[in-house]
């Protein structure tokens, strides 16, 4: 028997795997077509003017060789321009300014080029999962920070030294939109921690309410203190392109930038182009999927009379079970998935989310079984 190496054993299991296949299994299961609001898949995809960019930078004969590993530098003063207009941030694209093959893999490389083994990573409660993956790929270990009620880490609970700390507004699950002063706060802690800051912004302009979008880098001294990931899956409805960034701290930029030299050969570079023409186009979209969300939004929290439950950005409402009501029953008894709150963490017990990336006809038929089970309680 050749032996499985033991890091891979420190890896959790893959929450969103498992759910897609505990879903698929009830799916099967005779009954009423089964509504998916469990699975964050945006379900609109990018403007007509981006996918024409990825096919005519396709047609031509230039594109299809490697891509300087590092993107391409029209790319990198895109996203710096759009920084400057929407969030009022300057970076500079020559330095402070990494392209990512997605901003999932931003979250893998942050514990790596940061963390020693061993060292302590904290991570908001509830948070996404992967974050936790990012840690056992590191071989660090995790803290759990838990959220107070509108969403800040409760900070009377941090460690008082650490190695880095994962940030995510507007927040997946818990889709609270980054609090009054919570950068600063973070900052603050992170100096007299001696800990790097990972801000996840990957749903940064999906805000409502009148909210602006709140960039990490936009506080003084967030530079010093880390990086910002953006992804273009979002904003943009190109999840399956994978294209993102980390931005801010230029030597921790640097770090990343060595290490995709290891480990990747470049973006694609029709993919970098339609990103170039995603991020200097026309913006409207980017408005009109943030008010299809928003709508969502409405839509949802109606039909959830009584219940705890938050939306102030994301495309995710999170919500309490009412007591006696499980994930498990709604999906087995009345058709519906949801994500189970526990997957995001220990504060996570009694809670859901459900998706709002989901074609309008499927979320109002998932909505209304979600009202009847409600009811029936
Ligand atoms: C909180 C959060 N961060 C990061 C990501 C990764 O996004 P991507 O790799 O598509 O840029 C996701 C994806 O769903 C997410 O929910």
């Known amino acids: 028997m050749r032996p499985r190496p033991s890091r891979l054993d420190r890896l959790p299991e893959q929450y969103f795997t498992a759910l897609l296949a505990r879903v698929a299994a009830a799916a099967a299961r005779e009954g009423e ?34 891509a300087p590993f590092a993107g391409l530098p029209a790319l990198k003063d895109a996203i710096a321009a759009r920084y400057r207009k929407e969030y009022g941030v300057d970076v500079d694209p020559g330095t402070e300014v990494a392209v ?9 490389e942050f514990a790596q080029v940061c963390v020693e083994r061993g060292g302590a990573i904290v991570l908001p409660d509830p948070g996404y999962p992967d974050y936790l993956s990012a840690v056992a790929l590191a071989g660090a270990r995790h803290i759990p920070l838990p959220l107070v009620a509108d969403g800040r880490p409760d900070w009377d609970a941090a460690p008082a030294k650490a190695a880095a700390l994962y940030l995510n507004y507007p927040s997946n699950p818990v889709a609270a939109s980054a609090p009054n002063g919570v950068y600063a706060e973070a900052v603050e802690w992170a100096r007299q921690a001696g800990a790097w800051i990972l801000h996840d912004f990957a749903y940064g302009d999906l805000v409502f309410d009148g909210r602006r979008p ?17 992804s273009m899956s979002k904003s943009y409805g190109m999840a399956g392109w994978r294209l993102g960034f980390a931005l801010g701290n230029a030597e921790l930029v640097a770090r990343i930038e060595d290490l995709q030299n290891h480990q990747f050969a470049g973006v694609f570079m029709p993919v970098q182009e339609a990103g170039i023409a995603a991020l200097n186009g026309p913006q409207d979209t980017v408005e009109e999927r943030r008010a299809l969300y928003e709508s969502r939004r409405d839509r949802a929290v109606a039909a959830l009379p009584g219940c705890e439950a938050r939306g102030e950005g994301t495309f995710f409402v999170w919500f309490r079970l009412p007591e006696g009501l499980t994930c498990e029953q709604l999906l087995e008894e009345h058709r519906v998935a949801v994500a189970p709150g526990e997957g995001f963490g220990a504060s996570g017990r009694g809670w859901a989310r459900l998706s709002l990336a989901t074609p309008d006809d499927r979320l109002d038929l998932g909505l209304e079984r979600l009202a009847r089970a409600l009811q029936s309680r």
């Open 214 to 230: 709140a960039s990490f880098l936009a506080v003084e001294g967030a530079r010093e203190a880390g990086l910002e990931l953006f």
């Open 100 to 108: 990512l093959p997605g901003s999932k893999t931003g979250l893998m």
């Open 33 to 66: 077509p089964l509504v998916d609001l469990g699975r964050g898949n945006p379900d609109v995809g990018p403007p007509k003017h981006v996918v024409d960019a990825l096919s005519s930078a396709a047609r031509r004969s230039d594109t299809h060789g490697y």
